[in-house]
């Protein structure tokens, strides 16, 4: 009967703390601008919220402009940190936040081999609630794109610093 009580007790505190801590799915699109560089990223995304504080992942996919140079795709995965102005368990604030995003880009008229790219980034925006329920994230960020892999299937203009422009939107649970 303790067993019973205990594992009621342990559900009811598990249920009553996860109600405080909202979380977020939605879809993002970003386009990352340098000196010759032009890119698309469409990315699923999840966040959770703990008061003033937000850690974000998603999965994303990389695709190049009309007008690019060179056509390229690719998928990734990003994790972030965000720091909010406000308590964010209630909605709209602003924040600054970091992420590191991991790409695989496969070049179009290189090789058939991908390049593994690396992009630490800081960003700023703010966290708008519609309703209670509907979100949406314009932000700025400014990140530095580093090829990982050796190998010569990527252009030289890959590789340096980014604005990064983005927009989220989605459904906050």
């Known amino acids: 009967m303790k067993s019973l009580i205990a594992l009621t007790l342990t559900l009811t505190l598990t249920l009553t703390s996860s109600a405080q801590n909202p979380w977020e799915l939605g879809a993002e699109y970003s ?16 966040e959770n919220f703990s008061n003033k504080i937000g850690f974000s992942v998603g999965i994303t996919y990389h695709f190049s402009p009309r007008d690019a140079y060179g056509g ?22 602003p924040f600054v936040g970091l992420r590191v995003l991991f790409a695989f880009e496969n070049f179009e008229g290189k090789t058939n081999l991908g390049s593994l790219m ?6 700023a925006g703010y966290h708008f609630v519609f309703g209670k329920h509907i979100f949406t994230n314009p932000s700025i960020g400014y990140g530095y794109q580093i090829k990982i892999t050796k190998e010569h299937n990527s252009r030289d203009d890959d590789v340096g610093g980014r604005i990064i422009p983005a927009l989220s939107a989605g459904y906050r649970f």
Request: proline share 5%; hydrophobic share 30%; charged share 20%.
């Open 31 to 46: 386009k990352p601008i340098g000196k010759g560089y032009k890119s698309n990223i469409a990315a699923l995304r999840y």
């Open 72 to 93: 390229f795709k690719g998928y990734g995965l990003f994790a972030g940190f965000r720091n909010y102005f406000g308590n964010n368990t209630k909605g709209n604030n």
């Open 118 to 123: 690396f992009t630490p980034s800081a960003e």
